[in-house]
T-cell receptor, first 112, second 112 residues
């Protein structure tokens, strides 16, 4: 079954305490993997697209990496304003068409 | 000011009433999507449209209808046939030459 699993479901960090969020996927024909940030009551905000194993993307305190089975979102020295839900999605070829599959997200809380 | 607008932000309806959610974009993107987001679940695709005057059902289209008469607009109607319509509804767009989707701010629909 094609699916995307994110872990942990929730994560509490102290300000400055670096950590990683995981997104594992079981799909065939991966076309791209996407990371989004979502604040409560708002739409997801696009962060990164990764296309192939070994690829890395960075933006401020965030760095996304991709392997053949999973992606990590590394957060270095997080600040309280990094608190949000982080969503992972893949675009894959399923039954002859390209579809997007979303994970359920990791809720990150960064404490001052 | 470029982007995706969804209106209204909050919508309350009685059971048995149809309701239409608006999604407008000025990004000149060809593809548009409707998702619903429920607690503890990944985003689920309702309908999508790759070009004007054409749209396809997603994974959970029952009880919903859409139209795509203009490139900028992709309204979603939640009909009385939708058994559990209370949810957060998200509209997204995608530029044809790219794979990432961009999301609007969302509409929270509550049906009682």
């Amino acid at each position: 079954e094609d699916q995307v699993t994110q872990s942990p479901e929730a994560l509490r960090l102290q300000e400055g305490e670096s950590s990683s969020l995981n997104c594992s996927y079981t799909v065939s024909g991966l076309r791209g993997l996407f990371w989004y940030r979502q604040d409560p009551g708002k739409g997801p905000e696009f962060l990164f697209t990764l296309y192939s194993a070994g690829e890395e993307k960075e933006k401020e305190r965030l760095k996304a990496t991709l392997t053949k089975k999973e992606s990590f979102l590394h957060i270095t020295a997080p600040k309280p304003e990094d608190s949000a839900t982080y969503l992972c999605a893949v675009q894959a070829r399923i039954s002859g068409t390209y579809k997007y599959i979303f994970g359920t997200g990791t809720r990150l809380k960064v404490l001052a | 000011d470029g982007g995706i607008t969804q209106s209204p932000k909050y919508l309350f309806r009685k059971e048995g009433q149809n309701v239409t959610l608006s999604c407008e974009q000025n990004l000149n993107h060809d593809a548009m999507y409707w998702y619903r987001q429920d607690p503890g679940q990944g985003l689920r695709l309702i309908y999508y449209s790759q070009i004007v005057n054409d749209f396809q059902k997603g994974d959970i289209a029952e009880g919903y209808s859409v139209s795509r008469e203009k490139k900028e607009s992709f309204p979603l109607t939640v009909t009385s046939a939708q058994k559990n319509p209370t949810a957060f509804y998200l509209c997204a767009t995608r530029e044809t030459s790219r794979n990432e989707q961009y999301f609007g701010p969302g509409t929270r629909l509550t049906v009682t």
